[in-house]
């Protein structure tokens, strides 16, 4: 099972997969989150039905984005702004995210692994650009919008079946 997300402007691809290791006659399986570097996210069928539900969530609310003229400037922060900061980007003026929903995932370290999905805004003079931001590793998040969000989680409720079918 191999979901790719189609390139944008060159960017690599972001992918979900199934794994399978046998060792002394017995199978151990896990989901694997490639993010465009190739680092990953190891997962449960249980993790990856949470993330999902994290994506959903995030896209959903990059749904909401549609703002009325002017409404920059009367409310600068969106409702779902839980910490600002001066942004990265030198055209941004602001940057805004939501709270992070954390999934603790398996691996790959023995311990502390954990995907971040969070909605984040970058703000312009004209205009606001939302993303939901996707961390499969600590300051590595890539840049989705609603519909990638959601399609990444159809891709790992669908490897969380398959994963458990197979147990």
């Not at 189609?6 to 794994?19: D, E, I, K, M, W």
Request: net charge negative; proline share 7%; aromatic share 4%.
């Amino acid at each position: 099972m191999l979901l790719e997300m189609p390139a944008r402007s060159g960017l690599p691809t972001l992918f979900v997969q199934l794994n399978a290791h046998d060792r002394h006659g017995l199978r151990y399986s896990w989901i694997d989150l490639v993010a465009p570097s190739r680092v990953h996210s190891e997962m449960t069928a249980a993790q990856a039905r949470q993330l999902a539900e994290a994506l959903v969530a995030g896209g959903d609310l990059w749904d909401s984005r549609i703002l009325a003229d002017g409404l920059l400037q009367a409310h600068p922060c969106p409702p779902w702004c839980r910490q600002h900061d001066e942004a990265m980007d030198p055209k941004a003026e602001q940057w805004h995210s939501s709270r992070p929903w954390t999934v603790p995932v398996i691996g790959p370290q023995l311990s502390g692994s954990r995907v971040r999905v969070r909605l984040c805004a970058t703000d312009t003079r004209f205009d606001r650009r939302l993303a939901v931001g996707l961390t499969v590793r600590e300051g590595e998040t890539t840049e989705l919008t609603g519909p990638e969000a959601r399609r990444i989680a159809a891709a790992l409720l669908n490897a969380a079946d398959d994963l458990d079918s197979t147990l």
